[in-house]
């Protein structure tokens, strides 16, 4: 069991990517609070968790009863986070919280985005998703299907962990330094969008 855990934690830690989602999430959330800031991480993880839970679970047969193949997520996953990732680029994110600040007068406003983009499909995307059926499947037992969700479990807390800490650290560079690094993760975040939909072209016409 101890091999099934350290091979569950390892593929979805890659597969989530922690680290590579925390500077994401501190430029997504450059406006908001310290503690909406850590609200929106706990949140995001929670969702993430239970959205993941629940393919491991009852995944397989959701899909086959909706007639739906797995490549169809990593395609729709891929044209949302290449919306997210052109905003990141072109500071259209910027532009419109300065537009609602200034309609409010003033007053703080800050975009939740710890259901979307973050907790899916950030965080529960294709690969994820892909990944907690294809290790429940292969788990022997109830035991193994534990010992899995035990593995997505400690992953889900380090990656809250690294988004809590991301703000922080992105502030110690200042605000020049964090909007080139934020328009350089949203040229990677296109990369990796649009890898997700060649990928499901691929298999799907394959």
Same mark, same amino acid.
């Given at each position: ?13 890659? @597969? ?81 919280? &300065? ?38 499947? &292969? ?15 400690? @992953? ?40 997700? @939909? ?9």
């Amino acid at each position: 069991m101890t091999e099934l855990f350290l091979s569950a934690f390892v593929t979805l830690f890659v @597969v989530i990517d922690p680290p590579g989602c925390a500077p994401i999430y501190a430029g997504l959330t450059a406006n908001a609070t310290p503690a909406a800031r850590r609200s929106m991480a706990l949140r995001a993880c929670l969702i993430a968790g239970i959205i993941l839970v629940g393919f491991a679970l009852f995944g397989e047969d959701l899909l086959n009863a909706m007639h739906i193949e797995l490549d169809a997520f990593r395609i729709a996953g891929g044209i949302m986070l290449f919306l997210i990732a052109l905003e990141m680029v072109f500071e259209k994110r910027t532009e419109r919280r &300065e537009d609602r600040a200034e309609k409010l007068k003033g007053d703080p406003e800050y975009e939740d985005v710890s259901v979307f983009p973050m907790a899916m499909p950030m965080l529960a995307g294709p690969g994820a998703i892909a990944s907690i059926m294809l290790l429940t499947g &292969e788990a022997t037992g109830m035991e193994g299907t534990l010992v899995v969700l035990g593995a997505l479990a400690a @992953v889900l807390l380090l990656t809250m962990l690294a988004l809590m800490a991301a703000s922080p650290l992105m502030k110690v560079f200042g605000a020049k330094v964090e909007a080139v690094i934020t328009r350089l993760l949203g040229v990677l975040l296109a990369a990796l969008a649009s890898q997700y @939909v060649i990928d499901g072209l691929r298999n799907s016409f394959s």
